[in-house]
T-cell receptor, first 113, second 115 residues
């Protein structure tokens, strides 16, 4: 099965380059944020998360940056590989409310050899 | 663990027919979520359960949709009668501690096409 969202914004990068995917979140009260990766025909897969008391968090080849002032989240992928090609979603949650993750529209990352 | 298991992976049906989607969460996870993904609306939460009890069903589109979780290892999402606008990919996800304290594990989805 193909992924939905054929008309998503697309970021095209060369293999080995760094990628930066941006996301604007909606709720200033949100205090927990997650990045997901969705490959074609599969469900979203957790990549990395960050809480609002932090502005940066690093994982393996990935870094998430949070700017609460402008409600902006970014995902940086170092040394992008063909296997990174997917749709990337940011999601926000307000821990004082229900267990609701609000997903962004997604960005398609296309990695070219 | 095999992860979250959903069935069927694909379903094609005619308008007016009943559709039942099934989900087996990861063993030990107390939270189960049903999401719908469409091109127009992205990923939307339909309903979630905690310890088999529905907690928030405010995302369920209308009375044609219903969800149950009779035990900790099984949940269903039913659409009766189905309509073409219900065509989407339906995902089930489970979590050990809820969305605010841990990650969600998604199944591979059930792609529904209503003709």
């Amino acid at each position: 099965g193909e992924s939905v969202g054929l008309h998503l914004p697309t970021l095209s990068v060369q293999e080995g380059d760094n990628s930066i995917i941006n996301c604007a979140y909606s709720n200033s009260a949100s205090d927990y944020f997650i990045w997901y990766k969705q490959e074609s025909g599969k469900g979203p897969q957790f990549i990395i998360d960050i809480r609002s008391n932090m502005d940066k968090r690093q994982g393996q080849r990935v870094t998430v940056l949070l700017n609460k002032t402008v409600k902006h989240l970014s995902l940086q992928i170092a040394a992008t590989q063909p296997g990174d090609s997917a749709v990337y979603f940011c999601a926000e949650n307000f821990s004082g409310g229900y267990n609701k993750l609000i997903f962004g529209a997604g960005t398609r990352l296309a990695v070219h050899p | 663990d095999a992860g979250v298991i959903q069935s069927p992976r694909h379903e094609v049906t005619e308008m007016g027919q009943e559709v039942t989607l099934r989900c087996k969460p990861i063993s030990g996870h107390d939270y189960l979520f049903w999401y719908r993904q469409t091109m127009m609306r992205g990923l939307e939460l339909l309903i979630y359960f905690n310890n088999n009890v529905p907690i928030d069903d405010s995302g369920m589109p209308e009375d044609r949709f219903s969800a149950k979780m009779p035990n900790a290892s099984f949940s269903t999402l039913k659409i009766q009668p189905s309509e073409p606008r219900d065509s989407a990919v339906y995902f089930c996800a489970s979590s050990a501690r809820g969305v605010g304290t841990g990650e969600l594990f998604f199944g591979e989805g059930s792609r529904l096409t209503v003709l």
